[in-house]
């Protein structure tokens, strides 16, 4: 096994497992066409008025910018929110879904994603924590309530893709203030979490993990990578998918796959499965 390639030594890690965590971030978004917004290039390629203010993803996700500039963070969200609406679940998502209802005693997500996918794939609903909330979910911009409520319509905002800006805003139905998005952004101390997810988690991680699954996180935003570093310090075993080296600095399992989510996950699932 030890001079096996590390997708037939996953492949058997992945059979033996029998409680998972699957630990996904923007590169499982990434081949359903969800941009990550990572790379410069491709959000001023999306988003050219803004590269004229030089507002940057980092400056349009956060609360200050929908105090200073509403119409062109309601239009970030709104352009976010349209893309994702246009876009599937990939194969990826539906091979998570079957590992989980046949193939292991328990599993968990844990995903930073907020583009609802998982969800959508048909995930189960206690069986997964959008730590960094969900752009489907809508709270007050005066957080005058802790709840949050569901908002799938789409369009949701009026968009001129031209200037970037947005109108005709949600608003609360508490106290008819704007709405934001309920996602944890950027210096953001008003988000209002989902108490039920966390409770789920909370409650997985009672007993121990056999097998972490990251999947596509850059380590930009390393809090998936950090989980799995823990979950090895514990005895745990981690399988990395990434197309960039890089991605397995903080994680540094050996059992590294340097492909596309999509890509990988219909090879494992041929490998442990078939």
Known sequence: MARSDPLTRAAALLRDARRVLLLTSAGMSADSNIPTFRDKD?????????????????DLASPWAFRNVLPHAWAFYEWRRRNA??????????????WMAECFDESFIHTTNTDGLHLRSGCPTDRILEVHGSMWRLQCLDACTPRYWEEPGVPLCHLDTQTMKASNFPTCPNCRAIARPHILMFGDGEYTGHP????????????SVDLAILIGS??????NDHIA????????????????????????????IQQTSLNALIALDQQAFS
Request: no cysteine; aromatic share 12%.
């Open 85 to 98: 609406s246009e876009n599937q679940p990939h194969e990826g998502y539906h091979i998570l879904n079957r």
């Open 196 to 207: 039920e997810q966390e409770r789920n988690f909370e409650v997985f991680l009672q007993r």
């Open 42 to 58: 491709g959000y001023w390629r999306n988003f050219p008025p803004f590269r004229k203010k030089n507002l940057e993803a980092q």
């Open 229 to 256: 570093f823990q979950l090895m310090q514990a005895g745990g075993a981690v399988i990395n998918i990434n197309p960039d080296k890089s991605a397995n600095r903080i994680a540094g399992t050996e059992h590294f």
């Open 218 to 223: 850059s380590g930009a935003v390393p809090t």
